[in-house]
């Protein structure tokens, strides 16, 4: 069983993938190529954003997002402590601040009630993460926001596709960002992410900045980073793109599965009624999860832990806060474990893994359901 089954969704795409990479080995226009723009085209339209400039990541998505708005040393970007490391490490990179606030122990995701408590007069920004594929609470961090005078960075790295109260993700706020490295819900091969603004200043800023902070060629108005995302990836992009919202239903399915065998006897991230998720992951809290790990294991059940050490208390931003400011964040850090979560992951498969799980947990499994479970 694959964590993650990237070979069967290269099988399902791969006359679309094989030919889209064959048009771009044909042009040669390997750096900033037709299907650049026709990525972001479509991207855009899809989102409903104005806007969507393609970089070379989702962390270079976040940065650009955040040179775009001018964000500088000394400046506070409020955001979660827990979440892939890129997050925090961006605002550092250019001499700002993470402010980091406590989560919601339902959802994982940033608590929007901590939050206006943590403003201060330097703070500049606020970077809420759609943790796990699921948009955190947005209309309550946008509403603290405008009282503020803040800008909004959604880090969506997680979440393409998902939606909140009929809006897709990523085109939640002033700037959405996310990745399509190999992982994610839409990913390439090999790395890439775009971000997605309305506001026409800041798409100009980034589309300068992805390219060396160049408004013409050699014409460098501002400064910024090599940071383009290349064409033979946006073309892989655009071809999965095809079957993306095939992908998210079967996403969805596997997903439900699992809520149905496991809802009420493991706990599970909650998932909030008004929004939906990309699954990025599937995540579950359990106790004693090396043990469970191991078991799992034993019984060929793949899983991983996003993520086990929360940013504040990472040896290099552990000088930011204090070890005990967020104890939400550390208690799910000890407990998370994500299950095997793919399109191409059978009713059978999912249904193993979660009887497994239930038998490491040492929760009994009706006769009824062991009937059913698949030889």
């Not at 550092?92 to 606030?101: C, D, I, Q």
Request: aromatic letters at 6%; charged letters at 20%; one cysteine or more.
């Amino acid at each position: 069983m694959e964590f993650i089954d990237l070979k069967s969704q290269y099988q399902a795409s791969r006359e679309l993938i094989n030919a889209r990479i064959a048009a771009v080995l044909d042009h040669g226009q390997y750096i900033l190529g037709p299907e650049v723009a026709e990525l972001e085209a479509r991207l855009a339209a899809y989102t409903g954003a104005r806007h969507c400039v393609t970089v070379a990541s989702g962390t270079e998505a976040l940065l650009i997002s955040l040179m775009a708005l001018g964000i500088r040393p000394g400046d506070e970007v409020i955001t979660t402590p827990f979440s892939f490391i890129a997050t925090a490490e961006v605002i550092v990179l250019l001499g700002a601040l993470p402010v980091f606030v406590d989560i919601d122990p339902a959802t994982c995701n940033i608590a929007p009630g901590l939050i206006e408590e943590a403003i201060t007069p330097r703070t500049r920004a606020i970077m809420p993460v759609s943790l796990y594929g699921q948009p955190a609470d947005m209309t309550e961090i946008n509403a603290i926001a405008t009282r503020h005078g803040l800008a909004v960075i959604e880090d969506g790295a997680q979440s393409f596709g998902a939606t909140y109260r009929g809006r897709k993700s990523c085109n939640l706020s002033t700037v959405g960002c996310t990745s399509f490295f190999p992982s994610k819900p839409l990913g390439c091969y090999g790395d890439g992410g775009a971000l997605f603004t309305s506001d026409d200043a800041l798409a100009a800023a980034a589309r300068e900045i992805r390219v060396h902070g160049q408004s013409r060629r050699y014409v460098h108005t501002r400064v910024g980073v090599g940071g383009r995302m290349d064409t033979l990836q946006c073309a892989i992009v655009l071809a999965k793109l095809e079957r993306f919202d095939w992908e998210l239903a079967q996403r969805q399915r596997v997903a439900d599965g699992y809520e149905a065998l496991l809802s009420g006897r493991v706990q599970l991230v909650g998932q909030a009624r008004d929004r939906t998720s990309a699954f990025g992951q599937y995540t579950v809290v359990v106790e004693e999860r090396e043990r469970v790990q191991a078991e799992l294991h034993a019984a060929g059940i793949p899983t991983a832990v996003h993520y086990p050490v929360p940013m504040h208390l990472q040896p290099a931003y552990a000088h930011l806060s204090r070890a005990d400011a967020c104890p939400i964040a550390s208690i799910m850090a000890a407990r998370v474990l994500s299950l095997p979560m793919s399109p191409f992951l059978e009713d059978g498969e999912a249904r193993q893994v979660a009887q497994s799980l239930l038998r490491a947990v040492r929760v009994p499994i009706p006769a009824a359901e062991l009937a059913s479970e698949p030889v």
